[in-house]
């Protein structure tokens, strides 16, 4: 048996459609509820990502403090490894060749002033160039 098919022409140019105005009040609900839906799991995993990055530069800032507080004890071990004054007599004997001072060696570069000589100390005084007019408060 043969299927025969008739083709109908219809011409559905002039047909308008009707918007019907409680749909499109849905609809746009619809997208307005899951934008905002959207928006909250964003800011969710923006916040997150957030903490955890922070976190990261968190323990990075501990470690960087820990190794400079290891190279700061590790310079003053150095520091007062080499102000230490046992070394600094050996060096100075060994390597330069200085001995120590021998009695009546070494002069007093600022000999204490003594109240029967007449000098004490002296104090320290502004004077105003000559010529200079004196300056007005």
């Known amino acids: 048996m ?17 918007e019907d105005p409680r ?11 899951v934008s905002a839906v959207c928006l909250l799991l964003f800011g969710y995993a923006w916040q997150n990502f957030q903490t955890l990055n922070l976190g990261y530069q968190i323990e990075a800032a501990r470690r960087q403090e820990a190794g ?14 080499l102000r230490d004054p046992i070394r600094i007599y050996a060096l100075a004997h060994r390597r330069l060749g200085m001995q ?3 009695p009546g060696q070494w002069v007093r570069l600022n000999p204490p002033a003594t109240p029967a000589s007449g000098q004490g100390p002296v104090m320290a005084e502004a004077r105003a160039p000559r010529g200079a ?5």
């Open 2 to 18: 043969r299927d025969f098919h008739f083709t109908q022409r219809i011409d559905n140019s002039r047909v308008v459609r009707v």
């Open 23 to 33: 749909r499109r009040r849905e609809q746009r609900m619809l997208l307005a509820a």
């Open 68 to 81: 400079l507080q290891q190279w700061n004890r590790e310079l003053r071990l150095e520091q007062a490894s």
């Open 100 to 102: 120590s001072a021998q």
């Open 133 to 137: 007019p004196l300056a007005r408060r």
